[in-house]
């Protein structure tokens, strides 16, 4: 299993109901911790027969949590505070009576209240012995809660030996598979996961002198919303920033720059460490001053003159690579959107160009919102204007059904 922090930001409850499986859920306790989840123990009174809560507690860093009426929660209402606090609520070991309990609807201790309350996913480990579960009782209520709610998982049981003695189906999944499970069941919604995007944003200055610049009004905000959009759905991301006064993401990687040329340089070095999407979201500055000046240039004659040289063009440099990642461009225009956007596409050699309407003062520049229209050689698809984090959701989607289709 992958060391890192697979589980960061997953609230995870776990409840441990009474059976001799409950030590083997302490282990799971560790496991789910090391990969970054934060773990809320729930224990049932026959849990508490086999294994202590200050055990749970060391490892989960948390009080267990047993109790249904809580005189400590505000307005007395603990439970319904715990069923939307999980992003999953994992039920391991799971008894007959736990398995009964929930398929019924009963609601008497906070372990069948919470899972009554909940809106999160429902994870059920079963584990007892292999007579109980073979018992046609039993086997009625797990296909009962299924078709009373298809989004409940049931992982397991295992085949082995048993506690008791018996051989046969009853072992609970062992913590470290239940770990890799849940992984795996949070990393569907994570389609990018393992894969690098580098994103570039905001303006870059071009030098005149110490204190002056040739600059233009972009925000970093539709780039910094991309970049955290891609960090969600799972992908390694590093954000190449000009100069802008946002935060940046958490969990996304950045390399401030200030110059095209630094731009270029510092995007081509992030390439050099992987990169599977290229997204170019920032608004470089085509030209810069041909030189310079050291020192801050003084006032003389009534008119003067900087020569600009053209900036390379970095987008169209990693597009042509010979093995370029996929590469996505913006398209800044004030008249036929469209047609220059389409005219980009293909002289960038991209996979897709997002086109937006700069001469607009409601979206565009500095503003925080957005409307674009999407060009891919197959297809024109216009967009509504959307908050920029908004957009930057659904501009994900198709850039990953484009990469996708790509492969
Ligand atoms: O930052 P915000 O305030 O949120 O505003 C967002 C935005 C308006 C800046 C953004 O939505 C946008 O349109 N970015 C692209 C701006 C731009 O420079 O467009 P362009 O049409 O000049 O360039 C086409 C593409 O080539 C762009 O992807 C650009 O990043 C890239 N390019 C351009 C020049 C250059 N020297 N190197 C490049 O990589």
Redesign the pocket.
Known sequence: MASGAELAGKRIVLVVTGGIAAYKSAELTRLLIKQGAEVQVVMTEGAKAFITPMTFQALSGKPVRDSLLDPAAEMGMGHIELARWGDVILVAPATADAIAKVTAGLADDLFSTIVLARRCPLIIAPAMNQAMWANPVTQANVTRLQQLDPSILVWGPDEGDQACGDVGPGRMVEPLVLCESLVAHFCVDKPLSGKRVVV???PTRERIDPVRYISN???????YSLAKAFSDVGAEVVLVSGPVAIPVPQGVKVSQVES?EEMRLSSLQALEEGCDIFV?????A?YRPATAADQKVKKSADSMTIELVR?????SEIAGLKNPPYCV?????TQDVVAYAQQ?LAR?KLKMVIA?D?SRSDI????DH?AVTLITNENVETLPRLS?PALADVLVKHIIAGYQKAL
């Not at 170019?280 to 470089?284: F, I, K, P, Q, S």
């Not at 900036?311 to 987008?315: A, F, Q, R, S, T």
């Not at 461009?329 to 225009?333: N, W």
């Not at 565009?364 to 503003?367: A, E, R, Y």
């Open positions: 570039t944003a905001g009004d972009s925000s970093g905000k539709m780039g095209a170019a979201t920032a608004a470089v085509d900036n390379p063009d970095i987008l461009g913006f398209a800044a225009e980009k960038k937006n700069v565009g520049f500095n503003s957005n920029k």
